[in-house]
């Protein structure tokens, strides 16, 4: 089992951004799937998960109307769209991931598989 992101860089105030996480070794749709992110001396936060079966996404205060999470299960990979982009948005972003039976949605439990991050800064 391994996730392994991508898309991260430099971006501009206002500008977006796709972050990608190709799963293997399991399919996407029949686990729990989540988004994190963890700035500099900052606590780890929850930005959006996504229920095995697809009929509903969390997403913090702090990215609602701004990030949509989309999942491709012919492509077992699930996505980050950041739109409208903040400085603080700036953190490492995770994709992270647990089976069915597991919910990791809003805190529930701690995901079992993690990717490696990938850097997403926000500057002008």
């Known amino acids: 089992v391994q996730l392994v992101e991508s898309g991260g860089g430099l971006v501009q105030p206002g500008e977006s951004l796709r972050l990608s996480c190709v799963a293997s070794?399991?399919?996407?749709?029949?686990?729990?799937m989540a988004w994190f992110r963890q700035a500099p001396g900052k606590a780890r936060e929850e930005v959006s998960c996504?229920?095995?079966?697809?009929?509903?996404?969390y997403y913090s205060d702090s990215v609602k109307g701004r990030f949509i999470m989309s999942r491709d299960n012919a492509k077992n990979t699930l996505y980050l769209h950041m739109n409208k982009v903040k400085p603080e948005d700036t953190a490492m972003y995770y994709c992270?991931?647990?089976?069915?039976?597991?919910?990791?949605?809003?805190?529930?439990?701690?995901?079992?598989?993690w990717g490696q991050g990938t850097q997403v800064t926000v500057s002008s």
């Open positions: 992270a991931a647990s089976p069915r039976g597991s919910d990791i949605c809003q805190g529930r439990r701690e995901p079992r598989t």
């Open positions: 996504i229920i095995w079966h697809g009929g509903y996404t």
């Open positions: 070794g399991f399919t996407v749709s029949d686990y729990y």
